[in-house]
């Protein structure tokens, strides 16, 4: 190999660096697909969501959901692949992506509670409506009817928030 095909092979691979760069600081949304094991209720069976003002942490990917408007957090043990997406022509006003460090756990923490929300939690097919009344260390304390139960924030594969449930209290 002589120093032309050397320089020629290192400034390709650094614009195919920069091209990458740019599609992440441009993204707008992520289209996440699935594992085919997850509740089918939020994309079980390798289905596909499109999620807007995309945030992705150290052990999550979260947005609102494209289609209904719904605030999504998924656990990426749930997650197959995700695709960044710039969607100037269809969406103007959505937020570009935010990559942070926090956890879903640490995101929790920052949840105003109480809060209506849908958890999915492993070991169980299908995901359930409950009152978070508080987070506190690992767990989540929530009222399922007349009783309260803790959950532990490591066992959450997915949570949905409903804009139009939340209120402040």
């Not at 650094?14 to 599609?23: K, P």
């Not at 390798?46 to 999550?60: A, E, H, K, T, Y």
């Not at 605030?71 to 997406?85: E, H, L, Y």
């Not at 097919?125 to 532990?152: E, H, Y």
């Amino acid at each position: 190999m002589d120093l032309d095909d050397l320089f020629q092979d290192l400034e390709n691979r650094f614009d195919s660096l920069l091209r990458q760069q740019n599609a992440l600081a441009s993204a707008q949304a992520i289209e996440v697909q699935f594992a085919r094991n997850v509740p089918r209720e939020f994309g079980g069976g390798g289905q596909r969501i499109l999620l807007i003002s995309p945030q992705i942490g150290s052990d999550f990917v979260a947005g609102i959901d494209h289609s209904d408007g719904n605030w999504w957090a998924f656990s990426c043990s749930t997650v197959r692949q995700f695709r960044m997406v710039t969607l100037d022509s269809v969406v103007p006003n959505s937020g570009r992506l935010t990559r942070t460090e926090t956890t879903l756990g640490q995101l929790a923490h920052e949840w105003f509670t109480p809060i209506r929300l849908r958890l999915f939690v492993r070991d169980e097919p299908q995901g359930f409506d409950a009152q978070v009344s508080a987070v506190t260390g690992n767990f989540m304390s929530i009222g399922l009817g007349s009783s309260t139960a803790q959950i532990p924030i490591a066992n959450l594969l997915a949570v949905r928030a409903r804009f139009s449930e939340l209120a402040c209290a």
